[in-house]
């Protein structure tokens, strides 16, 4: 699919854990996104790169980091993480140099108790 | 921000149509987005307006005026399948902010026979 693979697609953990979840593309695209999906609030922006190293923020990019060593390679680190923060993880992709819209990977679920 | 705005469910009968609504606040976008996501899989790409006016792809056809802060999503000659959530998501205005979407909450369709 779009030559996203997500990295572990299930986790389980304990609060106050650090946890990363990986998120690695073959499309050398150069944006990266990390979302998070909620029931009741859809799809919500953590953060995104437009290059390496290069990230911003997203609208709930409290309580996590981000780091893109290499163009394939997307990182989303909870340092401690909370049960706040148990949610299912997509990694999205795109290349608007192309007009190609965001293709999004298989997801990661996890779970904080 | 984008206050975007869906309903949460809306059910049809197969061989039926089926509009859904979007509707946003937002100074401004690059295009707007529309992806399917069954349960307990990743969003997958619909389709996309940059201009106003009608976009038709086969039995999906998205719609889109920004003087009216309005999109929908056209669906026709239903099947089972395509029961799902279909999501309205704005994007960025600049190149560097263009796939950075903002999505709504999504609509629930149900099909049923």
């Known amino acids: 699919d779009a030559g996203i693979t997500q990295s572990p697609r299930h986790k389980v953990t304990e609060t106050g854990t650090p946890v990363t979840l990986r998120c690695h593309q073959t499309?050398?695209?150069?944006?990266m996104y990390w979302y998070r999906q909620d029931p009741g609030h859809g799809l919500r922006l953590i953060h995104y790169s437009y290059g390496v190293k290069d990230t911003d923020k997203g609208e709930v990019s409290d309580g996590y980091s981000v780091s893109r060593s290499k163009t394939e390679d997307f990182l989303l680190t909870l340092e401690s993480a909370t049960s706040s923060q148990t949610s299912v993880y997509f990694c999205?992709?795109?290349?608007?140099?192309?007009?190609?819209?965001?293709?999004f990977g298989d997801g990661t679920r996890l779970s904080i108790l | 921000g984008q206050n975007i705005d869906q309903p949460t469910e809306m059910t049809a009968t197969e061989g039926a149509i089926v509009q859904i609504n979007c509707t946003y606040q937002?100074?401004?976008?690059?295009?707007l987005f529309w992806y399917q996501q069954h349960a307990g899989e990743a969003p997958t790409f619909l389709s996309y307006n940059v201009l106003d006016g009608l976009e038709e792809k086969g039995r999906f056809s998205s719609f889109l005026s920004r003087s009216k802060g309005y999109s929908y999503l056209l669906l026709k000659e239903l099947q089972m399948k395509d029961s799902a959530s279909y999501l309205c998501a704005p994007g960025g205005v600049t190149t560097d902010s263009w796939g950075k979407l903002q999505f709504g909450a999504g609509t629930q369709v149900v099909v049923t026979p």
């Open positions: 937002t100074s401004g976008f690059n295009g």
């Open positions: 999205a992709i795109s290349d608007p140099t192309s007009n190609q819209p965001q293709h």
């Open positions: 499309e050398n695209h150069r944006y």
